[in-house]
């Protein structure tokens, strides 16, 4: 963990360094070129590394967000299978305890 953040450190005062750099040497639109040519190389380089650097570094928000959509699904499914479900007769809702959570409702069906 302390890797990771170190890494983080690094990677976000070498880019920006590295970014004033080449700006310096190559002029505005050249250098800013070349920074991002070489940020979206990173980018390539570690996602076929295959590694969790750029969750890490929070680059990847669109994998993270398929990553918990799965999730959900996986639990959809789960409570869909062989475990019975309560459905509350006055809103609809699911009901995990023994009344509903939203209206407080006794009254619920059972869902196979
Ligand atoms: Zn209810």
Redesign the pocket.
């Known amino acids: 963990m302390k890797q990771i953040q170190r890494f983080r450190l690094l990677f976000l005062g070498g880019s920006i360094g590295l970014s004033m750099l080449l700006t310096h040497l190559f002029g505005l639109i050249l250098g800013l070129g070349l920074f991002l040519s070489a940020y979206i190389g990173f980018i390539v380089y570690t996602r076929k590394r295959g590694s969790n650097t750029l969750n890490s570094l929070g680059l990847s928000n669109s994998n993270s967000d398929t990553a918990t959509n799965k999730g959900q699904h996986a639990n959809n499914n789960i409570s869909g299978g062989s475990k019975i479900t309560y459905i ?6 699911k ?1 995990s305890g023994r009344t ?6 006794r ?2 069906k059972a869902v196979f």
């Open positions: 509350c007769l006055s809103c609809g809702r009901v509903c959570r939203k209206c407080g409702s009254m619920k």
